[in-house]
């Protein structure tokens, strides 16, 4: 197995596709981002997310992970800029919706806990993001009406910015 991983993170062209599903290419320079101290792209997260919500058809808990294009688009346009991107999708029929968050140079991760009532917002740097777990508390409201037509008291829901977590280096 580790032949293989070293094969596609190696020699051949870099723009050679290794694999395909989603709807999503990945070429060996997608991969390589999976090396030491590189730059993770978000095609490699949104495939693996992909794959993520495919197991938990079988297994609990039940997730959708929207894509790494949701949270610039939420801060943009708001709850009515997304209202096709649920169009299919219940998202209070799921336990578990996780929403990648990129901060320019680092990746971190929110979840929605429908079970808990629960926002939970991680980061390896520790950093703090407020603006983010009220955002998904005002989307996840905004989503309740517009789907299920009756207003969801958010009001007892824990915005959480979670620190006892692996921590990760930081680059100089």
């Known amino acids: 197995m580790m032949n293989e991983v070293d094969k596609a993170l190696s020699g051949g062209p870099l723009l050679e596709t290794l694999v395909e599903g989603f709807n999503i290419t990945l070429s060996r320079k997608d991969m390589q981002t999976l090396k030491d101290l590189t730059w993770l792209n ?70 929605i806990d429908n079970r808990s009532k629960t926002i939970t917002y991680y980061d390896s740097l520790l950093g703090d993001n407020n603006q983010c777990v009220n955002a998904l508390r005002d989307y996840i409201a905004a989503e309740h009406l517009a789907k299920k037509k009756v207003p969801l008291d958010v009001k007892n829901w824990k915005l959480v910015i979670k620190k006892d977590i692996p921590e990760q280096l930081k680059r100089v």
């Open 42 to 111: 978000d095609e490699v997260i949104n495939f693996y997310f992909n794959l993520l919500m495919e197991r938990s058809k079988k297994c609990d808990p039940t997730i959708h992970i929207f894509n790494t294009f949701f949270y610039p688009r939420l801060l943009k346009v708001g709850h009515q800029g997304l209202a096709r991107w649920t169009r299919r999708v219940d998202l209070f029929a799921v336990d578990l919706i996780m929403i990648p968050i990129h901060l320019g140079m680092h990746w971190c991760l929110a979840v």
